[in-house]
T-cell receptor, first 110, second 110 residues
Framework: RKEVEQDPGPFNVPEGATVAFNCTYSNSASQSFFWYRQDCRKEPKLLMSVYSSGNEDGRFTAQLNRASQYISLLIRDSKLSDSATYLC???????????FGQGTELSVKP | DADVTQTPRNRITKTGKRIMLECSQTKGHDRMYWYRQDPGLGLRLIYYSFDVKDINKGEISDGYSVSRQAQAKFSLSLESAIPNQTALYFCATEREYEQFFGPGTRLTVL
């Protein structure tokens, strides 16, 4: 089992749609969780951290379910500019490193 | 100016050649990383360094070596390049679990 697994993509949605991505992680001792965004042929950049109580940043909402070991990202009112690959990231327990999921591609169409 | 820079940005080389990819940062971070990214496989960690005197292998270090010349510089070498090392290579720095990536080096080994 991969340490971090994401929904297979691509997700193709119309502008204005709400889209949700899920991610599961294998190590129950993981403490830090993130969503990164990667535009085509560009470097990944931090989108948002994921906190235990859930957190929101504008149209983006991140949730953590420790019991089920999954993380979600909800994007409301999708924009064309949201088209990118979204990477789920979890800290490596005891290793001080980050583990990246393979990414889920989102394409928002007019 | 970019905080994390990589040179070269693109490189085409032949099997058996020695290649060095360079990474420099002005963020003052101690932690630096080298990843490769392949379609469908996400980011995979090659080597990482928590400070100038600390270098560690990642999950796919075979065929690669690194040098941490200073806090600001972390180089990746392919001693004898082979075609399956064709990939997009990213350098990153880290502070408090947020990673900052360079723009990437696209390497093609013929």
């Amino acid at each position: 089992r991969k340490e971090v697994e994401q929904d297979p993509g691509p997700f193709n949605v119309p502008e204005g749609a709400t889209v949700a991505f899920n991610c599961t992680y294998s190590n129950s001792a993981s403490q830090s969780f993130f969503w990164y965004r990667q535009d085509c042929r560009k470097e990944p950049k931090l989108l948002m951290s994921v906190y235990s109580s859930g957190n929101e940043d504008g149209r983006f909402t991140a949730q953590l379910n420790r019991a089920s070991q999954y993380i979600s990202l909800l994007i409301r009112d999708s924009k064309l500019s949201d088209s990118a690959t979204y990477l789920c990231v979890v800290n490596k327990v005891g290793g001080g490193k980050l583990i990246f999921g393979q990414g889920t591609e989102l394409s928002v169409k007019p | 100016d970019a905080d994390v820079t990589q040179t070269p940005r693109n490189r085409i080389t032949k099997t058996g050649k020695r290649i060095m990819l360079e990474c420099s940062q002005t963020k003052g971070h101690d932690r630096m990383y080298w990843y490769r990214q392949d379609p469908g496989l996400g980011l995979r960690l090659i080597y990482y360094s928590f400070d100038v005197k600390d270098i560690n292998k990642g999950e796919i270090s075979d065929g690669y070596s690194v040098s941490r010349q200073a806090q600001a510089k972390f180089s990746l070498s392919l001693e004898s390049a082979i075609p399956n090392q064709t990939a997009l290579y990213f350098c990153a720095t880290e502070r408090e679990y947020e990673q900052f990536f360079g723009p990437g080096t696209r390497l093609t080994v013929l």
